[in-house]
C-alpha cells in the first residue's frame, strides 16, 4: 500500500521560510520521480517542483529561485525547502508520485499560510 504523509506546513510572515516532507512507504522511492503541487482555495492545483531518480530538478517560473526540492533516499522522505515566501504562496500543498493514470498517489495535504 502507497501512502505519503506530508508535514511541515504551517503559517509564516511575508519573507519567512517553511521546509515541508513527505514521507513515502510502498514505492520503489529509489528510483521514483516525486512532485509537489499546491492548490490556493478557488484554484487549480498546480505543478511546483520535480525531482527525479537522477536527483534532476524543475520549479514553475512563480517559485524558481526560492524554492528547493531535495530527497533523502536512506530515509524515503522528499523535502520542498520554501525561502522569501509571498502571500500568494499560501495554498494546501501536495505530495505526488504518479507513475501512470491509474498509479497515481497522492498525500493528505498540508496547509501554507504566508500573511503579516
Keep these: 500500500q502507497v501512502q505519503l504523509v506530508e508535514s511541515g506546513g ?6 519567512g521560510s517553511l521546509r515541508l516532507s513527505c514521507a513515502a512507504s510502498g514505492i520503489n522511492f529509489r528510483f521514483a520521480t516525486m512532485n509537489w503541487y499546491r492548490q490556493a482555495p478557488g484554484k487549480q492545483r498546480d505543478l511546483v517542483a520535480v525531482i527525479n531518480s537522477g536527483g534532476i530538478t524543475t520549479y514553475s517560473d512563480s517559485v524558481k529561485g526560492r524554492f528547493t ?11 520542498l525547502q520554501m ?7 499560501t495554498a494546501v500543498y501536495y505530495c505526488n508520485h504518479c507513475i501512470n493514470s491509474r498509479h497515481d498517489y497522492w498525500g493528505q495535504g498540508t496547509q501554507v499560510t504566508v500573511s503579516s
Design 10 to 15: 504551517g503559517s509564516v510572515q511575508p519573507g
Design 69 to 79: 526540492i531535495s530527497a533523502d533516499y536512506a530515509k524515503n522522505t522528499v523535502f
Design 83 to 89: 525561502n522569501s515566501l509571498r502571500p500568494e504562496d
